[in-house]
C-alpha cells in the first residue's frame, strides 16, 4: 500500500492491493482453506462457544478455572502447552460456571418525561419462573 500513490480510500487500497497468497478465513497447516466449525470448533465460529461457552452467549465475565491439559481433544505438544500457559498464566474461562457478576434483571423504576418528572412508577418483577432460567 506504500507503494500505491492513488487518492483511493485506504479501505479500497487494502482490497485491491492485498497479495494474492492472502485470505480473510482459517487456513490449515498447509494452506487450505477450513470451515468455521474446522477452525474454532464451533458451526458458528465462535471460539468462545468451541471453549463451552452456552448458546446464550450471556457470561460476559467468566470464572477462571486453572488450566488442565487432559482436559484438551488434541495432544498438546511441550512448546503448545507451555505457549499456552504463558497466555493464561490466571487459567481459562470455565463455562460449566455462571459468569460473574450476574444478576436479575432490573427493569426501569420510572419513566421520565422531556421535562424531567416522572410519567409512570414501575415496580420490580417478581422472581422469574422455575425453570426459565436466571432472568425475565
Do not use: H
Not at 24 to 41: I, K, V, Y
Not at 46 to 72: F, H, N, Q, W
Request: charged share 20%.
Amino acid at each position: 500500500m506504500k507503494s500505491d500513490p492513488s487518492d483511493t480510500d485506504l479501505a479500497k487500497k487494502i482490497i485491491d492491493d492485498r497479495p494474492a497468497t492472502a485470505n480473510d478465513r482459517c487456513n490449515g497447516g498447509d494452506g487450505t482453506g477450513l470451515t468455521m466449525a474446522e477452525c474454532t470448533g464451533a458451526a458458528d465460529g465462535s471460539p468462545r462457544m468451541s471453549a463451552g461457552e452456552a448458546i446464550t452467549d450471556d457470561a460476559i465475565e467468566c470464572v477462571l478455572k486453572p488450566l488442565d491439559r487432559a482436559s484438551y481433544a488434541v495432544t498438546l505438544t511441550d512448546a503448545q502447552w507451555s505457549a499456552l500457559r504463558s497466555l493464561f498464566p490466571n487459567g481459562v474461562c470455565d463455562y460449566s460456571a455462571s459468569g460473574t457478576g450476574r444478576q436479575l434483571a432490573q427493569p426501569w423504576m420510572t419513566f421520565v418525561d422531556f421535562a424531567g418528572g416522572p410519567v409512570v412508577e414501575g415496580a420490580q418483577l417478581p422472581l422469574p419462573p422455575a425453570g426459565s432460567g436466571a432472568s425475565w
